[in-house]
């Protein structure tokens, strides 16, 4: 298993990955080395009566962003229409150009060739962008792409972080920073273009589209497709709002280190420090918490985090005006600092588990003809949304709220926004609780779950012990799954709430509800129909003595109409816990087996239909069952 899906460190060994992540590393660092060492040479070095210094961020950050707008469409129509490492090669070699003519911009101080500049670096970030997230799902599997992804966004914000601080070194270096940032923003350029090179050739995934030049139409196309898979769709929102919730505290980094804390241009480099390493750090860890599977229940743990940490940081940040200004060494010594630092790693954090997943889950449904288009849809609410972050953000300011307030705000929003979203969703709050029962009160092993397909329809069949067994067994699949569960479940006040939300199907017996019987069958045949995985616990009720009892017909009756494989499950270690019926009723006796119990799950290979007996099958499950009686 560890041969079979190594370390996600390992892909930067692999030719498949590495030269792509070191290009957009490059691209990445880059874009702001150039753009912080202009904002530094247009703020403090010369004085420019069109661009006062405290216009001149806001005007680079525009620029930058302006293409993202207006050609995003564009871009992700010729990610799928063309061969990518092409592309990509394309992207680069205009690259060396631009910071060819920055070199000439920065020589001779000529600032509007430089904003010339910033504006064709978008347009180059434009056309790489949809080919960036539209190419991992094609070298990368479902288990390796929330690793890959968070490598890649760890990779991102360190880049980011190395250039704004080369940039700064290099454009404050004596009578040669304007030549050490030109020499050193070409030469990344070259390395950039080497990189690529050795990119693999990535097929075209629509190669007979036609392009629609016009990017407004377009971009409704793309949203329109998107929203026909609501879960992409509202996915592609959360990141958008990231963005938003972002590009405020980014933006007011400055402002806060200098008014609110009393600190120096070094103190608002540590805020971006600390910030950029808590994102790298989160997306890291996405890997190893979502079992090398695109797990979107981590997305409302990191929103709530997000939340939280935002709104601690407005309290740490109270306290009496700053008096005079303190280098770094001095900031950290004052009282509470630290606890300002951690909220915002923490929150920084938080948006790194938050964000991975949601680019993985769009990777992974959205059709390969159709995925950079959507991406760069996604590219365009993304800049859409941070152009409205600046601008609430200005408006609180002007009117009076201070830096704290405004995190609080934001904050605040996140929480009212994160509540909407999941409730219109449930899949991302049903992950999460799968994901909290599986880490928090159950040590969860799975094995075998490469057997649970990764697309097409397929019916499961696994035993029934205990009322949670839906729960475990959807943190389990890589999918959504649809359960056909027994009618009296429903009434249960909070399960039943959370099924019901599940989508599950209620089913009773034919000679209790001969109709609710029927109408099951007929819904759990359209699952299977779109697609879509089916669970059925073929004992039709919870065991309540521990043992597995006699399969029944339902799964025949599925299969005489819609005969898909079928993949037995064995759930093992839940007889006893507090949501079996172990000494009577389920859920009376809490803390039974104490917290953090062994429970797992077994997937065996799947069955042809025509294979498949109830017999049979239990046969299989039992079997499975007896391998783990062993210990564990």
């Known amino acids: 298993m560890a041969q079979a899906h190594p370390n996600q460190f390992a892909l930067l060994g692999q030719r498949r990955f590495a030269p792509f992540f070191w290009t957009q590393f490059l691209g990445a660092g880059n874009d702001n080395l150039f753009k912080f060492a202009l904002t530094v040479l247009v703020t403090y070095q010369l004085q ?46 205009l690259e060396i150009a631009v910071m060819a003519l920055g070199a000439w911009g920065f020589a001779t101080q000529d600032v509007p060739v430089l904003l010339l500049c910033i504006f064709l670096m978008g347009l180059q970030s434009t056309l790489f962008g949809p080919v960036k997230y539209a190419y991992l799902p094609q070298h990368l599997s479902e288990r390796e792409l929330t690793g890959g992804n968070g490598v890649v966004e760890m990779g991102t914000f360190v880049a980011i972080l190395l250039g704004n601080v080369a940039g700064g070194l290099l454009i404050a270096l004596p009578e040669v920073g304007r030549d050490a940032v030109a020499f050193a923003c070409l030469g990344v350029a070259v390395l950039g273009r080497l990189a690529v090179q050795f990119v693999p050739r990535s097929p075209a995934t629509d190669p007979g589209l036609t392009i629609n030049w016009n990017p407004f139409t377009e971009t ?101 005006p700053p008096v005079g200004t303190v ?62 972050s600046a601008l609430m953000a200005g408006a609180l300011i002007a009117a009076g709220a201070t830096v704290p307030q405004v995190f609080l705000v934001v904050g605040l929003l996140n929480l009212a926004v994160g509540a909407y979203v999941f409730l219109l969703v449930p899949e991302y ?13 159950y040590r969860f092993r799975v094995q075998g779950d490469e057997h649970i397909p990764a697309e097409g329809a ?26 056909v569960m027994d009618h009296r479940i429903f009434a249960t006040p909070v399960l039943g709430w959370l099924f019901r939300l599940a989508k599950a199907i209620p089913i009773a017996p034919r000679s209790e509800d001969a109709a ?24 039709g009720g919870l065991t309540r003595d521990g043992t597995l009892q006699p399969f029944k017909g339902g799964v025949m009756k599925v299969l005489e109409t819609h005969p898909v494989p079928v993949v037995p499950l064995a759930l093992h270690g839940l007889w006893g816990s507090f949501f079996s019926r172990v000494d009577g009723a389920a859920m009376t006796r809490p803390l039974r087996r104490g917290m953090f119990s062994r429970v797992g799950l077994s997937a065996g290979p799947a069955l042809a239909a025509r294979e498949v007996t109830p017999e049979g099958l239990r046969e299989r499950v039992g079997g499975m069952l007896a391998a783990e009686t062993g210990p564990r």
Request: proline share 4%; charged share 15%.
């Open 48 to 93: 420019l009566g069109w661009l006062p210094p405290a216009q001149a961020g806001v005007v680079i950050g525009a620029l930058f962003i302006l293409p993202f707008l207006l050609f995003s469409a564009t871009a992700g129509q010729l990610a799928d229409k063309l061969e990518k490492a092409l592309l990509m090669r394309w992207a680069k070699s």
């Open 516 to 539: 609710t019987y029927e109408r099951a069958f007929a819904e759990a045949r359209r699952v299977l129909a779109e697609g879509e995985l089916l669970l059925i616990f073929p004992e």
């Open 458 to 483: 397929a019916l499961l069949v696994c035993n029934h012990v205990s009322f949670v067994d839906a729960m475990l067994l959807m943190a389990a699949s890589p999918r959504p799954i649809r359960f």
């Open 327 to 388: 280098g770094v060494a001095e900031f950290v010594a004052q009282p509470g600092r630290w606890r300002l630092i951690f909220d915002l790693a923490a929150l920084a954090f938080c948006a790194g588990l938050y964000s991975v997943p949601m680019y993985a889950l769009i990777q992974l449904r959205t059709p390969a003809t159709h995925r950079a288009r959507i991406i760069a849809a996604n590219n365009i609410l993304n800049a859409l949304f941070m152009v409205v």
């Open 220 to 320: 409704w196309r793309n949203l329109v497709m998107a929203h026909r898979q609501i879960v992409v769709f509202r996915s592609m929102l959360g990141i958008s709002w990231m963005w938003f919730f972002g590009a405020v505290f980014l933006s007011l980094f400055p402002a806060f280190a200098k008014d609110v804390l009393g600190g120096d241009e070094q103190v608002a480099s540590l805020l971006l420090v600390v910030f950029s390493v808590g994102i790298g750090a989160g997306s890291l860890l996405c890997e190893g918490l979502s079992r090398r599977h695109v797990e979107i229940g981590l997305v409302p743990l990191g929103a709530l985090g997000m939340s939280v940490f935002a709104i601690d940081l407005y309290f740490a940040s109270r306290g009496a």
């Open 429 to 441: 709050l049903l992950r999460f609780l799968s994901l909290l029962l599986t880490r928090v009160m």
